[in-house]
T-cell receptor, first 113, second 114 residues
Framework: AQSVAQPEDQVNVAEGNPLTVKCTYS??????LFWYVQYPNRGLQFLLK??????LVKGSYGFEAEFNKSQTSFHLKKPSALVSDSALYFC???????????FGKGNQVVVIP | DTAVSQTPKYLVTQMGNDKSIKCEQN?????MYWYKQDSKKFLKIMFS???????INETVPNRFSPKSPDKAHLNLHINSLELGDSAVYFC?????????????FGAGSRLTVL
């Protein structure tokens, strides 16, 4: 079984401050973890993924995520948030070759000017 | 030069009607999907086709019928629309190989059933 959990509904952060969006996973076998972002009235856009290798994954728009096996987490981070980062962020798990992504419930990020 | 395009973008219709949403991708991907996003923003997979063959069919009412005339197109037809069908429907496509499970999404089709 595969699933991810995003424990927070909304994350508020001041512009220029570090941004963290949390995700934990619960999968059998090797997790293949993804972050997507959805801007208002748009489709989801791929940010980054972890399959194997380095636990720190760098992605688009200055985002990165750290895979932590002991804590079963894959939190999304950005050192300095921008107002334009305000969006809905989805964590997802998709086992390689199983043809599907299972999305978390999403986190609304609000960056305050 | 949109990679995954859906039409229409907005659809308002009465209960009981039949409607279709079309999707086309110009990325050369073999696999396409339909996802439903409800009012709480939850995303749920509905169907997936690989090279015109149905490979995923989640627990979706029989009123929903996907059709893939070729691997670049995946359409969604909905019969006897109900209020609960109101949602945003997203089409997506997936590359294979090293980019497996990296989905490219369309902009969405917002369906409102009155």
């Amino acid at each position: 079984a595969q699933s991810v959990a995003q424990p927070e509904d909304q994350v508020n952060v001041a512009e220029g401050n570090p941004l963290t969006v949390k995700c934990t996973y619960s999968v059998s076998g090797n997790p293949y973890l993804f972050w997507y972002v959805q801007y208002p009235n748009r489709g989801l856009q791929f940010l980054l993924k972890y399959i194997t290798g380095d636990n720190l994954v760098k992605g688009s728009y200055g985002f990165e995520a750290e895979f932590n096996k002991s804590q079963t987490s894959f939190h999304l981070k950005k050192p300095s948030a921008l107002v334009s980062d305000s969006a809905l962020y989805f964590c997802a798990d998709g086992g390689y070759g199983n043809n599907r992504l299972a999305f978390g419930k999403g986190n609304q990020v609000v960056v305050i000017p | 030069d949109t990679a995954v395009s859906q039409t229409p973008k907005y659809l308002v219709t009465q209960m009981g009607n039949d409607k279709s949403i079309k999707c086309e991708q110009n990325l050369g991907h073999d696999t396409m999907y339909w996802y439903k996003q409800d009012s709480k923003k939850f995303l749920k997979i509905m169907f997936s086709y690989n090279n015109k063959e149905l490979i995923i069919n989640e627990t979706v009412p029989n009123r929903f019928s996907p059709k893939s005339p070729d691997k670049a197109h995946l359409n969604l037809h909905i019969n006897s629309l109900e209020l609960g069908d109101s949602a945003v429907y997203f089409c997506a496509s997936r590359a294979g190989g090293r980019e497996a499970n990296v989905l490219t999404f369309g902009a969405g089709s917002r369906l409102t059933v009155l």
